[in-house]
């Protein structure tokens, strides 16, 4: 493993490369709790799948924007280390699986020569930051929000106030009022606007699919563009601190809005503004890098079927602001597909666009900058790469998670009836190629990672029991989702539970009552004006599960019986509280501290001291058996169970102690100062525990 700590010019980069390598040594040798290397690992982008021995490795892409020698990589990595496949996630990032697990630092070493990471794409963290794919040419935007995510996505990257928090923490930004980057359904969700000459954003907090989705609270209504670093910061150390952080199923940020409500997250924020080392953080967007768009003379190109030509142009062509250019969208079936098309795929637009592509949250691809005297060509190109399937962004280009291919937490498959479904509407519904109203989405559980709750048709993977206790694969039909714009959507309401197999006869019945009683409305108004019972009553016949064949317990895809096999969630990063291994925590973060304080990074050594304090608080709570579900928790209840009694001696209250990162600057002087009380707090600590275990 010597090479890769030599070739990574970036000594933050290789010091992380080496800590994973370092601590995969240690799992193998059974030195590392497994729930403890499970967390560090998905800080790292490594995610267990289904298979036993494998590794899923989740590729963290900022807004979805690749560059050519940037997939080139990924093609080099995939086929190093995985199988060739590439597989774009509705987060923008790309996956790729079956990686052995001690192979994956030489694998994050060989991506970080093109600039490429896997830190925080899983885990606790701050996630990949998203983007409408049309950001910078999009007809209709004030103005390029890329800048402003990535400014975002830099900030945030290893930024300790987002390293370890209760769960996952998702942001977006949308290019314009149509919110394509789906604010509503984001813990922070960003769109677009210009108010009396500035830039800024509308700001949406709060929102969460998954088994309970909320619609996410207005926060503002308009805040500058530098205000939203301090903002998402502040935002960040509140979830941090009073964020469920045992229950799995409450420990998102939706939940702490409901608990505290919109207004009590206001105060919240308003108490921490001082801790902030920033009232402002300037975002400089002339300084993003500008397109350099290929020059080149036109080919010569015969187009052999015009008829599917045209109709492809009127599906996957996208207009852009740049006048004399558009965008090709390419529909990437299940948001799959292979290295050597990916390779040929970045050769055309290095050689004639912008050298670039960006990767869409319904698992597509969009090429911008694309010269429209060159849209013949590019259509003879990517035919030979079978890119020119006819329906980007419509209603035969449906989304779904990888559901029981790979993912542990799969119930049932999403892929394989996915599959079925285009072909139902390819072969049945011709029509709907060209419709993109009907969104159709696919999750294999109640985790909406193919965002099944917000479609206006979606499909959830469950199971169902017969009288007989026989398990069948089973299918949740939602109806009635949809994004409104600026902000505003409607999460589908779930209608009826059938087996699996009548997927198709579902969609078919669905679709025909559409076309007869639609009346050319939008789906969702359709849906609206019917109801919920309305579609009950009709789908009912297709719930019964006393006629079940043989066929209905075999999912799609599958040859064998179906059995129901959940394996463990990682996406929470849930980490076993070890008394001795939290300590040890406390440790590593004190020296983290220290380095980051002689690197001049005042806020960063403060926080990395206060999570130690509440490390070495969580620690003795642990060992009393006491909760420690919220960091307010644990530092209201070592007052009340070690303090108070006299237990550790402190010079004030614990709060007092630990939440001076909230009354005061994040100042050279008051790190220092800090620093030196979370090392007497763990020393007393220690030496209270250690007394314990000798006269245990």
Not at 552 to 574: H, L, Q, R
Not at 638 to 655: M, N, P, Q, R, W
Not at 669 to 689: H, I, M, W
Request: glycine share 8%; charged share 25%.
């Amino acid at each position: 493993m010597q090479s890769f700590r030599t070739e990574i010019e970036n000594p933050v980069v290789a010091k992380d490369i080496i800590e994973l390598d370092a601590k995969i040594r240690q799992f193998k040798n059974g030195k590392l709790d497994e729930e403890k290397f499970r967390s560090l690992r998905l800080a790292r982008g490594v995610y267990g799948q289904r298979q036993e021995g494998v590794q899923m490795i989740r590729i963290k892409l900022p807004y979805g924007k690749v560059s050519s020698s940037q997939l080139h990589r990924i093609c080099d990595v995939s086929d190093e280390y995985s199988t060739g496949r590439l597989h774009i996630t509705t987060r923008q990032d790309i996956q790729i699986h079956y990686v052995a697990l001690e192979r994956t630092p030489e694998l994050w070493a060989q991506l970080e020569k093109d600039d490429i990471t896997l830190r925080e794409a899983c885990g606790n963290a701050v996630r990949n930051v998203t983007a409408s794919e049309t950001a910078g040419i999009d007809v209709d935007e004030p103005f390029d929000v890329s800048p402003y995510a990535h400014a975002v996505f830099q900030y945030f990257l290893r930024n300790p106030i987002g390293q370890e928090l209760g769960r996952k923490f998702k942001v977006s930004f949308s290019a314009s009022d149509a919110d394509t980057g789906l604010s509503y359904m984001h813990d922070l969700g960003f769109i677009a606007k210009i108010e009396d000459g500035v830039r800024g954003f509308k700001v949406m907090l709060g929102g969460g699919l998954g088994s309970q989705p909320r619609h996410a609270d207005e926060l503002y209504s308009f805040l500058a563009a530098d205000k939203i670093v301090p903002l998402m910061e502040g935002v960040i150390r509140i979830f941090d601190r009073y964020g469920e952080r045992k229950s799995r199923a409450k420990a998102r940020m939706k939940f702490l809005i409901k608990e505290i409500g919109l207004e009590g997250f206001k105060t919240l924020l308003t108490e921490e503004e001082k801790a902030i080392p920033f009232e402002k953080f300037p975002i400089n967007a002339s300084e993003y890098p500008r397109p350099l768009i290929a020059e080149v003379p036109t080919p010569k190109v015969k187009i052999a079927d015009k008829k599917a030509f045209t109709q492809w142009k009127k599906t996957n062509i996208i207009p852009q602001k740049q006048e004399g250019y558009v965008a090709i969208g390419i529909k990437v079936k299940l948001g799959d597909f292979f290295t050597d098309k990916a390779r040929l795929l970045a050769d055309l637009v290095d050689n004639y666009a912008a050298s670039e592509i960006r990767l869409s949250l319904r698992q597509n691809i969009l090429i911008p900058y694309v010269k429209e005297a060159l849209v013949p060509f590019f259509y003879q190109e990517l035919e030979k790469l079978g890119f020119v399937e006819a329906g980007y962004n419509k209603a035969l280009d449906i989304t779904a998670c990888p559901g029981t291919d790979t993912c542990n937490l799969g119930i049932a498959s999403s892929t394989g009836i996915a599959d079925e479904l285009e072909r139902v509407i390819s072969e049945e519904y011709p029509q709907y190629i060209n419709n993109a109203d009907v969104v159709i989405k696919i999750s294999g559980c109640m985790n909406a990672c193919g965002q099944h709750n917000m479609a206006n048709i979606g499909f959830q993977g469950m199971s169902v029991r017969t009288k007989d206790k026989l398990v069948a694969p089973a299918l949740q039909v939602l109806l009635g989702g949809g994004n409104f714009g600026n902000g505003n959507g409607r999460f589908a309401d779930k209608v009826i539970k059938i087996p699996s197999k009548r997927g198709p006869e579902a969609l078919r019945w669905i679709l025909d009552d559409f076309e007869a009683n639609g009346n050319g409305a939008s789906f969702v108004d359709y849906y609206e004006e019917k109801g919920e019972h309305y579609f009950y009553d009709f789908l009912k016949p297709l719930g019964n599960i006393d006629n079940l064949t043989q066929e209905d317990f075999i999912d799609w895809g599958n040859t064998e019986i179906y059995k129901k096999e959940i394996g463990i969630g990682e996406c929470a990063g849930v980490v076993i509280d070890l008394i001795a291994t939290l300590l040890f925590e406390s440790e590593e973060k004190i020296a983290t501290a220290k380095e980051t304080f002689e690197a001049e990074k005042w806020a960063a050594s403060i926080y990395y001291s206060y999570t130690s304090m509440i490390n070495t608080a969580k620690a003795l709570l642990t060992a009393e058996d006491k909760k420690t579900n919220t960091h307010a928790g644990i530092i209201r209840d070592f007052d009340t169970y070690f303090v108070a009694e006299g237990k550790i001696a402190l010079e004030t209250s614990f709060e007092i102690l630990a939440l001076q990162l909230k009354t005061n600057r994040p100042t050279a002087a008051f790190a220092k100062r800090y620093l030196e009380d979370a090392e007497v707090f763990l020393g007393r600590v220690a030496a209270y525990r250690q007394l314990e275990l000798q006269h245990a």
